[in-house]
């Protein structure tokens, strides 16, 4: 079929409301994708973008069952469980928005670092943002595609291992500038600036990059005296500060950042908006993004780089785990081979309370029990959840949402084994990819 028919055989798709117009969408090349964008109404534009997320949505929910049913069968817990056609659903989405716009987007590597899908992952992303010399490393190794650094200090020791495995470094005051700026202005690699935006509506402390004396980002005042005396080496911007947020906050922060620093935007060759943005999350507003990004470049002339972690692996990956005992203190505890405190630690930095399949609240279900993790850590407690049976030993708990910030914030305290990694693959079937032992806790204490 030559691609004026296959151009012609998907706006037909889209104009039916066909579900399969958005698997259509994907299968074409970038440049026929690009006709047919540039073939839709803007009303088509708007089907064309829901079928993508009712298709994308319903692919997840045939996912969570396969989850149970692996869950149910002969695998070795705890386990984290990475559905890798998730991903790659997710990772359509963020193509779509790259088509729409010709933004470049990056997988932040602090979130999700299990190189074992990177190939698929590159496939559709840029490539990857890193926090430091290991991260940087990982993606110039493992994703082969650009690498984009940012740390809030570099030092001697790793700074020209950081600048080989980028394409750009981001600095994180003028002092450090001054220090690396020439080195990596030498090697190529372009230099970008991160600045604080001044406005954040990100609720916890712990987490607002805006927050009351934050280390994150030069200040305007600082800014404004210092930017004219490096202007000429400076590729571009960089700011973040949402967490697991919709497109109307971006808008928010946009409005801010253009207040604070407008006059420095035009001529450099590139804004980075950071990360914090789910965009494949089910209620997140795409069209809001595309129409950011877009009347943004148009203004300023610039390229503009997107770097969401979650949204990549979000609600793709689960953590199976398993009852070793019940014990009784006033309320029934089921003691599982899953760590709170080592292997979903958010739960308790955050906190939070994970999901698990088939579960209610507290008391919403028949049978209500502590779920608890087996360190001597007396609050390695993942939360209070209700079942319709009672639990029994043995039985197996799928936690939802694992694949981000837990593979990658996992530790052996207590000498407690890191959970296996395994990957679904396109098809169904289930490879282990990384087991861990004692090994892995000897050599990470002397």
């Given at each position: 079929?030559?691609?004026?028919?296959?151009?012609?055989?998907?706006?037909r798709?889209?104009?039916?409301?066909d579900t399969?117009?958005?698997?259509?969408?994907h299968a074409?090349?970038?440049?026929?994708?690009?006709?047919?964008?540039?073939?839709?109404?803007?009303d088509?534009?708007k089907?064309?973008?829901?079928?993508?997320?009712?298709?994308k949505?319903?692919?997840?929910?045939?996912?969570?069952?396969?989850?149970?049913?692996?869950?149910?069968?002969?695998?070795?817990?705890?386990?984290?469980?990475?559905?890798?056609?998730?991903?790659?659903?997710?990772?359509?989405?963020?193509?779509y928005?790259k088509?729409?716009?010709?933004c470049?987007?990056?997988?932040a590597?602090?979130?999700?670092?299990?190189?074992?899908?990177?190939?698929?992952?590159?496939?559709?992303?840029?490539?990857?943002c890193?926090?430091?010399?290991?991260?940087?490393?990982?993606?110039?190794?493992e994703?082969?595609?650009?690498?984009?650094?940012?740390?809030?200090?570099?030092?001697?020791?790793?700074?020209?291992?950081?600048l080989?495995?980028?394409?750009?470094?981001?600095f994180?005051?003028?002092?450090?500038?001054?220090?690396?700026?020439?080195?990596?202005?030498?090697?190529?690699?372009?230099?970008?600036?991160?600045?604080?935006?001044?406005?954040?509506?990100?609720?916890?402390?712990?987490?607002?990059?805006c927050?009351?004396?934050?280390?994150?980002?030069?200040?305007?005042?600082?800014?404004?005296?210092?930017?004219?005396k490096?202007?000429?080496?400076?590729?571009?911007?960089?700011?973040?500060?949402?967490?697991?947020?919709?497109?109307?906050?971006?808008?928010?922060?946009?409005?801010?950042?253009?207040?604070?620093?407008?006059?420095?935007?035009?001529?450099?060759?590139?804004?980075?908006?950071?990360?914090?943005?789910?965009?494949?999350?089910?209620?997140?507003?795409?069209?809001?993004?595309?129409?950011?990004?877009?009347?943004?470049?148009?203004?300023?002339?610039?390229?503009?780089?997107?770097?969401?972690?979650?949204?990549?692996?979000?609600?793709?990956?689960?953590?199976?785990?398993?009852v070793?005992?019940?014990?009784?203190?006033?309320?029934?505890?089921?003691?599982?081979?899953?760590?709170?405190?080592?292997?979903?630690?958010?739960?308790?930095?955050?906190?939070?309370?994970?999901?698990?399949?088939?579960?209610?609240?507290?008391?919403?279900?028949?049978?209500?029990?502590?779920?608890?993790?087996?360190?001597?850590?007396?609050?390695?407690?993942?939360?209070?959840?209700?079942?319709?049976?009672?639990?029994?030993?043995g039985?197996?708990?799928?936690?939802?949402?694992?694949a981000?910030?837990?593979?990658?914030?996992?530790?052996?305290?207590?000498?407690?084994?890191l959970?296996?990694?395994?990957?679904?693959r396109?098809?169904?079937?289930?490879?282990?990819?990384?087991q861990?032992?004692?090994?892995?806790?000897?050599?990470?204490?002397?």
């Amino acid at each position: 079929m030559t691609a004026d028919k296959r151009i012609e055989e998907i706006i037909r798709a889209i104009s039916a409301k066909d579900t399969n117009a958005a698997d259509m969408y994907h299968a074409l090349s970038g440049e026929t994708r690009q006709k047919v964008l540039k073939t839709l109404s803007a009303d088509g534009l708007k089907t064309l973008t829901k079928l993508i997320k009712e298709n994308k949505k319903k692919r997840f929910a045939v996912a969570n069952k396969r989850f149970l049913e692996i869950a149910a069968g002969d695998v070795t817990t705890p386990v984290y469980l990475i559905d890798e056609t998730l991903i790659e659903e997710n990772m359509r989405v963020l193509q779509y928005v790259k088509d729409r716009t010709g933004c470049k987007i990056f997988h932040a590597l602090k979130s999700y670092a299990s190189f074992a899908t990177f190939p698929m992952m590159a496939r559709y992303l840029d490539g990857t943002c890193a926090s430091g010399l290991n991260e940087a490393r990982l993606g110039y190794e493992e994703f082969k595609k650009e690498v984009h650094t940012f740390g809030a200090a570099y030092t001697d020791k790793e700074i020209a291992e950081i600048l080989r495995c980028s394409n750009s470094i981001i600095f994180n005051s003028f002092y450090q500038l001054e220090q690396y700026g020439k080195a990596a202005w030498k090697s190529g690699v372009q230099i970008g600036l991160r600045v604080n935006p001044g406005y954040a509506e990100v609720t916890t402390d712990m987490y607002n990059p805006c927050s009351p004396n934050s280390r994150l980002g030069i200040i305007q005042e600082i800014f404004n005296k210092e930017f004219p005396k490096h202007k000429g080496i400076i590729d571009g911007l960089h700011f973040h500060a949402m967490c697991e947020q919709n497109s109307d906050v971006l808008e928010r922060i946009l409005k801010s950042f253009e207040k604070l620093y407008r006059p420095y935007i035009k001529g450099l060759k590139w804004v980075n908006f950071g990360g914090g943005h789910h965009i494949t999350r089910d209620d997140y507003d795409i069209g809001l993004l595309i129409r950011l990004v877009n009347t943004f470049k148009k203004k300023y002339g610039v390229q503009v780089y997107l770097e969401p972690g979650e949204a990549s692996v979000l609600n793709a990956g689960v953590l199976i785990a398993s009852v070793l005992d019940i014990v009784q203190n006033e309320a029934e505890v089921a003691i599982i081979d899953a760590s709170a405190e080592t292997h979903m630690p958010d739960v308790l930095l955050m906190p939070y309370r994970p999901n698990i399949m088939e579960s209610g609240q507290a008391n919403e279900k028949k049978h209500t029990y502590i779920i608890a993790g087996p360190s001597c850590l007396a609050g390695d407690v993942v939360g209070d959840y209700s079942f319709d049976e009672p639990l029994k030993r043995g039985d197996k708990l799928v936690f939802t949402d694992m694949a981000l910030y837990s593979i990658v914030k996992s530790t052996t305290f207590n000498g407690i084994n890191l959970p296996d990694i395994a990957v679904v693959r396109d098809g169904g079937e289930v490879e282990v990819i990384k087991q861990f032992g004692y090994k892995e806790y000897r050599n990470r204490q002397s």
